[in-house]
């Protein structure tokens, strides 16, 4: 019997809650849907653990849809994510450039949602290690976000911090976060443009509780680049 659309959407609810006894039911009575991307789906957001295993004896790929349900599982329970990097790597076990490629969509996820512990489980797996560049964009987006824990594992692992991370922790405000990368590069710089922004921000702050934070964020920029503060 084929599933229809209904019978699909309510299979979901019950993977995304784990209900295992219920989704066995189903699934023998409309086998067609087992592989389905939108069942993985709900059941890596739900964190449902016992259903995923299920899904995976059944055929299904989590390596489907590009990178989609990888970067869900990404922000999902450990357990969730253990349970889909074995199946990765069981997978490409012959294809390590398609599985670290796939690894790093994963940090990139896990670092944009500031999971700390599903981003050093990733790293501690291996994933990026293969290319270093790899780990630009997680380490922009931590930046971006002010996640000091995130940038530190990073750093940690390999990333090299650069202009476009410095610039975006100080145009967000992150005064934590740039200096971590001064640190580590001292030659770090902020852009004209940023700096333009940055002073925008502190004279709207004026008689705000953040001027503090955008004076102070204002005057590193200045001596950054050795001009004065007019």
């Given at each position: 019997m084929k599933a229809s659309q209904s019978d699909v959407n309510k299979i979901s609810k019950?993977?995304?809650?784990?209900q295992?006894?219920?989704v066995r039911k189903l699934i023998a009575q409309f086998p067609?849907?087992?592989k389905s991307t939108q069942l993985m789906s709900a059941t890596i957001k739900g964190g449902a653990s016992d259903v995923l295993k299920f899904l995976f004896a059944c055929g299904a790929d989590v390596a489907v849809s590009g990178n989609v349900l990888l970067s869900e599982a990404a922000i999902s329970s450990a357990e969730v994510l253990s349970l889909c990097i074995g199946e990765l790597k069981s997978r490409f076990e012959s294809r390590p450039d398609v599985l670290y490629s796939k690894g790093?969509?994963?940090v990139v996820s896990a670092a944009a949602h500031a999971k700390v512990a599903n981003v050093k489980y990733l790293l501690e797996e291996g994933f990026c290690s293969i290319n270093i560049n790899h780990l630009h964009q997680p380490l922009l987006d931590a930046c971006k976000k002010g996640n000091k824990e995130v940038v530190d594992l990073l750093i940690a692992y390999g990333a090299?911090?650069?202009n476009t991370h410095y610039n975006s922790a100080i145009e967000h405000g992150h005064l934590e976060v740039m200096s971590t990368l001064k640190e580590v590069n001292?030659?770090?710089v902020i852009d004209r443009q940023i700096e333009k922004v940055i002073l925008s921000k502190r004279e709207h702050a004026i008689g705000t509780p953040g001027f503090d934070k955008w004076a102070e964020i204002a005057n590193i920029a200045i001596s950054s680049n050795?001009?004065?503060l007019i």
């Open positions: 019950l993977c995304e809650t784990n295992l006894s219920q067609d849907v087992a790093s969509a994963m090299k911090p650069d001292h030659d770090l050795k001009r004065k």
